[in-house]
């Protein structure tokens, strides 16, 4: 079945940096383009980076342009976001989801993995 988890996520003071990994399984994940979401304490999940399914084009929010990027290896089925220069208003449960593939709407798209805590604190 469609597996999504997340990992590297933690503790990490401002200015610091941490790289978020997500690990897929039971689709073509090359096939897929691949979102990175997160939702903090009382507010919507919001969409952070997205990568198109061979890696071809990214998109970043505007709140993280500059510090974070987005990439991914089909080869090992993962998509990363590396995040530098981290801020305390970018403490969240950071999400990677699978968005449309090459051929439209797939039996993973909409799947979410469990969520990675981010937490950036002095």
């Known amino acids: 079945q469609v597996q999504l988890v997340e990992s590297g996520g933690g503790l990490v003071q401002p200015g610091g940096s941490l790289r978020l990994s997500c690990a897929a399984s039971g689709f073509t994940f090359s096939s897929y383009d691949m979102n990175w979401y997160r939702q903090a304490p009382g507010k919507e999940r919001e969409l952070v980076a997205a990568i198109a399914s061979f890696g071809g084009s990214t998109t970043v929010a505007d709140s993280v342009k500059g510090r974070f990027t987005i990439s991914r290896d089909n080869a090992k089925n993962r998509v990363y976001l590396q995040m530098n220069s981290l801020k305390p208003e970018d403490t969240a449960v950071y999400y990677c989801?699978?968005?449309?593939?090459?051929?439209?709407?797939?039996?993973?798209?909409?799947?979410w993995g469990q969520g990675t805590q981010v937490t950036v604190s002095s």
């Open positions: 989801k699978a968005d449309r593939s090459i051929y439209g709407l797939g039996s993973a798209s909409g799947s």
